[in-house]
């Protein structure tokens, strides 16, 4: 039973141009989302999160927007640019459980087009 | 760098061995999960340890155990290896408030 869902296997952009990567969810009791994205050969990074009472939340060119009533989060990127080039995880966190660990999507693979 | 180690980073073993692998979280964070990533299953939450505790469990074989010590460093011990243990291991850490984990670079398992 998948609780959180990346559709899209893979996704290319030109650079310069938006990129958008979704994530579905069906666990209504997650509360907190967030974006990790991961080089070959090294550990996730964290990009950004987002907290379920907000609906959008920005840093930089990285935008994450959370519709829960879908159950549905998308990580956007503007301009994309081809070092953005990597697989995107979605995550999400019951914390209210007592335990903030994640369940993960399984990836999106972007590449930039230069 | 996210400021969370692993060692080592690559480790090739036999079905039926037993090995353990190390993480050293962040200056700071009392919280230390333990990830597995195989090629089928992707990310999945095997265990966290929070200042020395077990906090939480999730899908862990019996025949894998961890501990996290009094210098906040965890193991995580692995024994009567299979082939199907061959995956990528990953310790995060987190800080008091938990709500983002910081990754290490992983440990690559192979059992040949």
């Known amino acids: 039973d998948q609780q959180v869902k990346q559709n899209s296997p893979s996704l290319s952009v030109q650079e310069g141009r938006i990129s958008i990567l979704n994530c579905d969810y069906t666990?209504?009791?997650?509360?907190?989302f967030l974006w990790y994205k991961k080089y070959p050969a090294e550990g996730p990074t964290f990009l950004i999160s987002i907290s379920s009472i907000k609906d959008k939340n920005e840093d930089g060119r990285f935008t994450v927007f959370l519709n829960k009533s879908a159950k549905h989060l998308s990580l956007h990127i503007v301009p994309s640019q081809p070092g953005d080039s990597a697989v995107y995880f979605c995550a999400a966190s019951e914390a209210g459980a007592g335990s903030y660990q994640l369940t993960f999507g399984k990836g999106t693979k972007l590449s930039v087009i230069p | 760098d996210s400021g969370v180690t692993q060692t080592p980073k690559h480790l090739i073993t036999a079905t039926g061995q037993r090995v353990t692998l190390r993480c050293s979280p962040r200056?700071?964070?009392?919280?230390v999960y333990w990830y597995q990533q195989s090629l089928d299953q992707g990310l999945q939450f095997l265990i966290q340890?929070?200042?020395?505790?077990?906090?939480a469990k999730g899908n862990i074989l019996e025949r894998f155990s961890a501990q996290q010590f009094p210098d906040l460093h965890s193991e995580l011990n692995l024994s009567s290896l299979e082939l199907g243990d061959s995956a990528l291991y990953f310790c995060?850490?987190?800080?008091?408030?938990?709500?983002?984990?910081?990754f290490g670079p992983g440990t690559r398992l192979t059992v040949l």
């Open positions: 995060a850490s987190s800080d008091p408030w938990g709500d983002t984990q910081y």
């Open positions: 340890y929070y200042n020395g505790e077990e906090r």
């Open positions: 666990n209504s009791m997650f509360d907190y």
């Open positions: 200056s700071g964070d009392l919280s």
